[in-house]
């Protein structure tokens, strides 16, 4: 199988009033895997601002304007002939509702205050969902796992439903990793909070992250591209394309526990933030024992202005890759974050690795056939 069937997403409406992609194969979640689809390790590469995290670091950015700000990225419309700006949607979805319609950010770039101004018919949207980050009004702040946002109410830093995610995995028996993947400065204080809440059981909603057994690397690593090649290093381990890209493919998929890489920002920036220089995934199509997928909330169709990079191997193998588009991927090994359905469905990141997970086994079951 030198490629994987195209996966173009088809959009839903959802009980909480966002438009999100389901499964293109079919509309409902698979309810359980089969014993040979456990034994498949996953390394699930996972964003954090906007992804798990409702804020930013780098931008100043706190929990209501990260939220209110996601908002402009997801809410459609076009400019009329008059030069007047049309909405086109009436609620939140991660693509657009009809040709011709564009994003409010793709429009405008970024707005503070969006949902007070142009936005506002999308206000009840940020209000119920910063409802349902609240942190728990019994339970005293915590310096690592709740932040104050910007009105003074105390939240959820990590969203609950990457913890959820944890106990759902290893409730299933799967072999697993986490490699949280970033351009942002916040690495270093999500693993140490992250290794807090599994081995001190610090987080008020899961006290028993401890009998979880997850070890977590808090030692953050780095990915840095160029011409020459992507040269990944973490402690004292350094890998690198230059020997050959299977090496690297190796690396990762015998990552452990969790851990983390900040990636090159100015080698996107410096491809105009296009595939060619997003954050690079290694996909092997022929590989029945390990799958990687990538969850970001910048995953887009467009390859022109998206976030990730799948380099999908030629052969069994082979150390020779291609550039996968997006399309191509979506939903077998790329998932482009619904930050609203991660916010209000404890088991929204469980749902969507399964939906990857039965789109991969078809996958390599056509390739086999």
């Known amino acids: 199988m030198a490629e994987f069937r195209e996966n173009s997403g088809r959009r839903t409406k959802h009980h909480d009033g966002t438009n999100s992609t389901e499964d293109p194969a079919g509309s409902t979640v698979p309810r359980g895997l089969s014993n040979h689809d456990r034994r498949r390790k996953l390394v699930l590469h996972v964003d954090l601002n906007n992804t798990i995290l409702v804020s930013d670091a780098v931008t100043g950015q706190g929990t209501v304007a990260a939220l209110d700000y996601f908002l ?19 609620s939140p979805s991660l693509l657009p509702p009809c040709e011709g319609a564009v994003s409010y950010y793709s429009q405008f770039g970024r707005t503070p205050g969006f949902t007070s101004a142009a936005g506002r018919r999308f206000r009840s949207v940020l209000d119920e969902h910063l409802d349902l980050l609240r942190w728990p009004e019994d339970v005293k702040a915590d310096r690592e796992l709740s932040v104050k946002g910007e009105d003074g109410r105390l939240y959820h830093w990590i969203l609950p439903s990457f913890f959820q995610l944890l106990k759902d995995l290893v409730q299933e028996g799967r072999e697993f990793a986490v490699l949280f993947r970033t351009f942002g400065s916040d690495l270093p204080r999500v693993l140490k909070a992250v290794s807090r809440a599994l081995n001190q059981g610090a987080h008020p909603l899961f006290p028993d992250l401890p009998d979880l057994k997850l070890s977590v690397n808090t030692t953050p690593g780095k990915i840095r591209c160029s011409r020459r090649g992507i040269v990944l290093s973490r402690g004292e381990d350094r890998v690198s394309t230059r020997e050959g890209e299977r090496g690297v493919y190796r690396y ?47 995953i887009r169709h467009n390859d022109e202005d998206t976030i990730v990079h799948p380099k999908v191997f030629l052969a069994p193998g082979s150390t020779d890759t291609r550039t996968a588009s997006t399309a191509e991927l979506y939903n077998i090994t790329l998932v482009q974050n619904d930050l609203l359905r991660a916010i209000s469905d404890p088991n929204y990141f469980t749902k969507r690795i399964r939906i990857c997970q039965e789109n991969f086994k078809r996958n390599v079951q056509q390739g086999a056939g």
């Open 72 to 90: 402009t990225t997801v809410t459609w419309g076009r400019m009329s002939k008059h030069g007047r700006w049309e909405w086109l949607s009436e």
């Open 252 to 298: 990762l998929s015998s990552a452990q526990g969790l851990g983390g890489f900040q990636d090159h920002f100015d080698w996107w920036a410096s491809n105009t933030f296009s595939i060619r220089g997003g954050k690079p995934l290694w996909v092997d199509p022929f590989d029945e024992h390990i799958q990687h997928i990538f969850i970001d909330d910048n």
